[in-house]
């Protein structure tokens, strides 16, 4: 089976006064293994890649390697210059990563010949497999289900990270299919946008990019495993429990800032742990966080 | 008066191979400084600041003072976290720099309190006057006029680099009245969008933030010098006879790109100059391009 199926978690990079936080991103590290989920990206979104310096995302992926046991450790390389990508490439390969992310970052507009042949070059240069990372809402970048189809068929791609599908189950079983048809067997899909993670995994997802996975492991998990075990119905239930908390991505601005309030609120990482100039939520925001922690026991 | 006013010229930086192509970069300041423009902008985002290392960035702060003689140099210092922001702005001032170019860069979107608080950390940090740089097509970062008024307030704000106004001359007016009315005397307004800088410098804009002063110092200090010396006539008609110029940046992708196959074309920059992943135009591009240079002899 694919290395890219089941639960990716992201884990935080969280920082201290600025710096990492090495004991706090080790302490990530841990939860995520002992929960057992089924790989981590470290250098996601989620993971401030795009906020860090080279020498500090090689020492990230070194750490997480070093801690991950036998879980597998998927490093995010994006940057927005080509010969900076290919250096992260070569670290996290040093680092003994298992598989490689890369989200087509921009300042200027990219067009899509800009974006396959920056995918090109990459598989050319990479020896480990990739994760194309469709996230229009960072990268401003769009792709459509042709460039899906001429990046998957480059030697080397093995998964594709799509954002949130649509909500309505047919149409996100729809959506699947779709890019599925186009691209090569070998090549998995991912779905991301954690409030639609079940619905998403139900209509075909083989895998799962998530959020929360990197800092609330057990409930990733047990939406992920019902839906591998074809309980589906626990899957919608633990989801639509979670309400409460993916209403709080949308109300305050995604989920990096509600997920660093988290685990900030839960201790995992110490306060205002994102990379300025992300300030972090306020305090009567932080003060919400941690009623919804509270009601869905998610401490637990 | 102000150092912030008239025609500030914003050169490429080009590369060769992915190295800066430092004798090239230093022809284009040669150029700039005698042509006469009232200042130069090394880093702005023609100056591709975004994908440049710190290195790379303190070597052409460095090499822009220089060779820029007297005519004042302004430095890009944006980045998308606020410690290295810091550090670009120690390095601008090592460099000899007498102002800073902020541009509130984003990975994950910003709220306006975090982009008050970076300028604030950054008033707060630097010495030289700086100029707020309000580009939404790079950034993804929209300013409002009362986001204008609280930055402009900080002390050592210098300037406000608007994005083009509207082509109405009595629109244009308005817009610029607008931003006037709310923020403090001593800070200028300088007008962007080459196509609509004519339009924008006689609404009432002080300065010219230019693409093309960069490469084609002579027909923007046309445009610029008429409106100073209230031959208005003379700098609408200089604009419009440069209409194929501002239809080339609509069709081919924006400014940046045309503007390096015009360097290109002339030979003061090398082919493909722009950092990967920006291809750059394509040959037929490049040929209506090098068709438009000559007809409207701007090679001269």
């Given at each position: 089976m694919s290395l890219f199926t089941g639960l990716s978690a992201f884990p935080l990079t969280p920082l201290a006064y600025d710096q990492i936080d090495e004991a706090a991103f080790i302490g990530l590290m841990q939860r995520l293994t002992t929960a057992g989920v089924d790989s981590i990206t470290v250098l996601g979104s989620t993971g401030s890649y795009a906020y860090l310096t080279a020498g500090e995302r090689d020492r990230i992926a070194h750490l997480a390697v070093e801690h991950a046991g036998t879980t597998p450790v998927f490093v995010g390389i994006g940057a927005l210059r080509t010969s900076q990508i290919l250096a992260n490439i070569d670290s996290a390969q040093r680092a003994g990563a298992s598989g490689l992310l890369l989200a087509p970052m921009t300042y200027q507009p990219l067009t899509e010949d800009d974006v396959?042949?920056?995918?090109?070059?990459?598989?050319?240069?990479?020896?480990?497999?990739?994760?194309?990372?469709?996230n229009p809402g960072t990268t401003h970048f769009t792709f459509n289900t042709e460039l899906y189809a001429r990046i998957s068929a480059l030697p080397g791609i093995a998964s594709l990270k799509i954002p949130g599908v649509p909500a309505e189950p047919v149409k996100a079983r729809e959506h699947i299919a779709a890019i599925r048809a186009i691209?090569?067997?070998?090549?998995?899909?991912?779905?991301?946008?954690?409030?639609?993670?079940?619905?998403?995994?139900?209509?075909?997802?083989?895998?799962?990019?998530?959020?929360?996975?990197?800092?609330?492991?057990?409930?990733?998990?047990?939406?992920?495993?019902?839906?591998?075990?074809h309980r589906d119905?626990?899957?919608?239930?633990?989801s639509q429990r979670l309400a409460p908390l993916w209403d709080l991505f949308t109300a305050f601005g995604g989920s990096l800032r509600v997920t660093a309030a988290i685990a900030e609120y839960l201790g995992l990482v110490p306060y205002q742990s994102l990379p300025l100039p992300i300030q972090g939520l306020s305090t009567s925001q932080r003060a919400r966080v941690a009623e919804v922690v509270e009601a869905l026991e998610l401490a637990k």
């Amino acid at each position: 089976m694919s290395l890219f199926t089941g639960l990716s978690a992201f884990p935080l990079t969280p920082l201290a006064y600025d710096q990492i936080d090495e004991a706090a991103f080790i302490g990530l590290m841990q939860r995520l293994t002992t929960a057992g989920v089924d790989s981590i990206t470290v250098l996601g979104s989620t993971g401030s890649y795009a906020y860090l310096t080279a020498g500090e995302r090689d020492r990230i992926a070194h750490l997480a390697v070093e801690h991950a046991g036998t879980t597998p450790v998927f490093v995010g390389i994006g940057a927005l210059r080509t010969s900076q990508i290919l250096a992260n490439i070569d670290s996290a390969q040093r680092a003994g990563a298992s598989g490689l992310l890369l989200a087509p970052m921009t300042y200027q507009p990219l067009t899509e010949d800009d974006v396959f042949a920056l995918f090109r070059t990459v598989t050319q240069h990479a020896d480990l497999p990739i994760i194309v990372y469709d996230n229009p809402g960072t990268t401003h970048f769009t792709f459509n289900t042709e460039l899906y189809a001429r990046i998957s068929a480059l030697p080397g791609i093995a998964s594709l990270k799509i954002p949130g599908v649509p909500a309505e189950p047919v149409k996100a079983r729809e959506h699947i299919a779709a890019i599925r048809a186009i691209i090569p067997n070998h090549v998995t899909i991912g779905v991301s946008g954690d409030a639609f993670a079940a619905t998403g995994l139900r209509a075909g997802g083989d895998a799962w990019y998530s959020v929360i996975g990197g800092t609330l492991p057990h409930s990733a998990l047990a939406i992920t495993r019902a839906i591998q075990q074809h309980r589906d119905g626990d899957a919608l239930q633990e989801s639509q429990r979670l309400a409460p908390l993916w209403d709080l991505f949308t109300a305050f601005g995604g989920s990096l800032r509600v997920t660093a309030a988290i685990a900030e609120y839960l201790g995992l990482v110490p306060y205002q742990s994102l990379p300025l100039p992300i300030q972090g939520l306020s305090t009567s925001q932080r003060a919400r966080v941690a009623e919804v922690v509270e009601a869905l026991e998610l401490a637990k």
